[in-house]
């Protein structure tokens, strides 16, 4: 007599043998941050396949550190994940938090394997598959790592091929292998003809990355990127550079990049930027401000780089060098096809004059993008400016500051501001102070007098970056009349700040200017309008994206400044 729980047993066991559907768990791989403290906790990825014909139920994934590669119960467990359960046919990501190493771990190259299914819950038709490990070192806490971020990357992976001009998603995970936080930063990836990340290399895009803590896997990121227009076909590297601004001193710099092959055949052409008004008003006052949105288009196959979208006042619906720049917005990679709506709000001149204008919104402005026609870049529609100011303050106000993005610690540097002077009578002297957060002064200047109705652009120079060890994001309030002097009955207007980046490394962006009508390569870094006058510096082979563009470039403790117009602009370099 057989009992039915031991029946049962058998005819589990013959399944498999038969060949009847089983599903069948694959641990594809783990992802670790490569390096730990004892003691520290840390982060791992992995990923998991069902490469069987039926659904796996819930499963333990456990992992273990261990002196060997394989997996056993002599390593010490780190962490374990319950899954839920696994479709026929499916792969799935996972991260594993709070893997603490043991506090009495030796240090030195070890391994950290898992296993999927540890429990043995799931019957596989193949159950040698569920192992895999990656390469790990304990290090002790006086490791140059152990105080320091380090940001790492990992899985750079582009599609097999692609067209010029096509819009592709490239992949890639983000590590941080270092015992410190590392800050918000940026990476860049290049097309390169081999694995080497050099500036020379047509930009594919720029990609953001959060905060990362300690020891921890960062997002997963994926594009999108541009294969640039024109490129020839032939075989070459995908090449990105983590914190390629170099926003995060590390312990470790020269880990930073990692490639991947991209074939390249064909082409898909050239872009073309339209741009429709979706939405202005009829009429306005001086001093108003204006909610406009309007639609940029690429009606080309190919995609079209970042560029700007902006609105201009003008007597006419001929864009040109003497319409008014009222403001402007970013618009980021557009594929072909594809389409980006975007609502700015601008500010009317105070002092405009009465009268009817033309609106104008017009797409790429800087001339980023090469397109097929460059004579439908603009939209217009009817705009009447009224007499009578309807937003005249009565005081002094401070209507923009610009600085520099990013500076390097005690840099000197320069802004540029512009006020308001809307009381009865003239006010002076008029003081205008520029402060970091923590009350340091960074510089200031006095104004003899703003006359009344005057609206004032000036520059601020000799001003003086923090003293900061580490990298930081600073704040830099710029007010008029700070200590109350004048008779100003409406004070709330009088101040405005900045965010500002002290980088606390070199940054190989911006040492450096030629001049040029040329076009740019793929890429940029915008850069506000700068705040003086300026002539040569040591070449780099940065340039303006247009004539009648002005751009300053801040590195190296430098200040390296080239005017033409008073417009923002945008520039190439790293």
Known sequence: MVR?????GCVVALWPSLGWATPDLVLDEIVTVRRAEAGQSTELRFTVTNAGSTAAGSFEARFRIHNLSTYSTAGTTLCTLQ???????TTASHVVTGCTIPAARSTGSQFVVGRVDAQVTVTESDETNNTAYDDFSVISSTSGYAGSPDVMLEGIVPPASAAAGEVIDIGYLVLNGGGAAAGSHSTRLRLSTDTQYDVSDPIL???SVSALSAYALGEELAGPCLVPVGQAAGSYHVVANGDAFADVSEGNEGNNRAS????????LGSPDLTVGIDASPASVAPGDALTLSATVDNGGAAGAWHHNLGWYLSTDAVWDASDTLLCEAEVGILAGGAGESHTSTCAMPLLQAAGVYQL?????????VAESDELNNVASTALSVSATPSQADGDLALLSVEAPERLYPLELFGLRYELRGDAA????PVTVRA??????????QSITTVRSGARLIRTLAGCLAPDLKEAADEELWVALDPDGTLDDPDLDNNARAVDVRIVSAPDTFGIGFTGGTGRPDTGDRRVQDPVMAGTSGIGCGCHTASTGSRVWFAGLGVLLLARRRWKSSSIRCM
């Open 435 to 444: 402060t970091w957060s923590d009350g340091t002064v960074a510089c200031e």
């Open 205 to 207: 895009c720029d990609m």
């Open 425 to 428: 009578a003239d006010l002076g």
């Open 83 to 89: 899954v839920a359960g696994l479709a026929a046919g």
């Open 360 to 368: 104008l919104a017009v797409a790429d402005p800087f001339a980023d």
């Open 260 to 267: 991947a092959a991209l074939s390249i055949s064909g082409s």
């Open 4 to 8: 039915r729980g031991a029946l049962a």
